[in-house]
């Protein structure tokens, strides 16, 4: 059964909903992308926690974490690097679009907090032209800042990003979305060339592969985290 609980991280608090039993496999940690939560992960964790135990965050800004108004990748992969060692690091991490971003820096930041890494429909950040969506009407799951000061770094990446990608050491499984997706795929070709160890698997299912295509999104994700892919 799940249960949820709340970690203090240096300024702030995250929220984390955990699922299974300790077993003999490392802890699987899943991150989200923007404006989605824990929940967002339901059926991907209810499925996974069967042989191990799973916690699926809130990222800061996001559910019942805290939402501080202060947002960046790097504030959130700092959370997280603070999180992980209560979470039972290293950790099998994955990390779906925004929740991938921070968990590259977090794996490049610290190896030693992650066994294996998956990143969910995650390419290479590419300049582009900037477009801030117009907020949605009515009470929304996150912190709207998020999407206003977050977006920013998205449209025009640093310059750290090739080198980020490239000092990342764990196993890296990256699961495109294909065609449907609107993350270039060319982009994650891009990222997979530079992980010193990266493959990528496609999944016909847009940039959302773990809700559309959930039983093929978890024998995929098992298949490597037993180092069988």
């Known amino acids: 059964m799940a249960h949820r609980s709340a970690y203090r991280v240096g300024e702030v608090e995250i929220s984390v909903v955990s699922r299974g039993e300790p077993g003999d496999l490392p802890s699987l940690v899943l991150l989200p992308g923007t404006g989605f939560t824990a929940q967002d992960w339901g059926v991907v964790a209810d499925d996974l926690a069967g042989d191990r135990v799973v916690h699926a965050v809130d990222l800061r800004g996001h559910g019942r974490s805290s939402w501080p108004g202060r ?11 603070r999180l992980l060692p209560a979470l039972g690091a290293p950790v099998d991490l994955v990390g779906h679009s925004l929740g991938g971003l921070v968990a590259c820096r977090v794996a490049a930041g610290d190896p030693a907090l992650v066994r294996r890494l998956v990143l969910e429909d995650v390419g290479l950040l590419r300049p582009r032209e900037p477009a801030t969506p117009q907020r ?41 979305g294909g065609a449907a997706s609107f993350v270039p795929q060319d982009s994650i070709t891009d990222l997979v060339e530079l992980l010193p160890d990266g493959r990528v698997v496609t999944i016909d299912a847009g940039h959302e592969v773990h809700a559309a295509r959930p039983a093929d999104f978890v024998s995929t994700l098992r298949a490597f985290l037993a180092g069988l892919a």
Do not use: N
């Open 71 to 81: 947002y960046s990748v790097d504030l959130m992969a700092q959370d997280v690097r």
């Open 136 to 176: 949605p009407e009515g009470v929304l799951d996150f912190d709207w800042r998020v999407v206003e000061q977050v977006r920013p770094e998205i449209d025009s990446p640093a310059a750290h990003w090739p080198a980020t990608v490239a000092a990342i050491t764990a196993p890296t499984l990256v699961v495109a």
